[in-house]
């Protein structure tokens, strides 16, 4: 069972950049397709992005799309999710896993809050 560290959140203002990283352990990790989710306040845990095994393939949210890139190193067991022009409704806690298409499909790591300011 892979198990996952998700780091890099933090506080920055409206129109900034973050860059999540998602730590795997286990050799499995560059055989599964992988994604990132967040959950904001009061809501429901949600789909952000998600990228194939290979790298080759990936998908985002309407809201992010043009905004975040996903990105992996199977070499390293991370995976990546670059956060550009941020905006206050992106606040939320961060996770990484499994994924099967938009959904998720593993375990989760610990998460990393993420909030912007305005």
């Known amino acids: 069972q892979v198990q996952l560290v998700e780091s890099g959140g933090g506080l920055v203002q409206a129109g900034g950049s973050l860059r999540l990283s998602c730590a795997a352990s286990g050799r499995a990790f560059s055989t599964y397709n992988m994604g990132w989710f967040r959950q904001a306040p009061g809501k429901e845990r949600e789909f952000v992005a998600a990228i194939s095994w290979s790298g080759v393939t990936t998908s985002y949210a309407d809201s992010v799309k043009g905004r975040f890139t996903i990105s992996r190193d199977n070499a390293k067991n991370t995976m990546y999710l670059q956060m550009n022009s941020l905006k206050p409704e992106d606040t939320a806690v961060y996770y990484c896993?499994?994924?099967?298409?938009?959904?998720?499909?593993?375990?989760w790591g610990q998460g990393t809050r993420v909030t912007v300011s305005s």
């Open positions: 896993g499994r994924a099967a298409g938009t959904t998720p499909a593993g375990p």
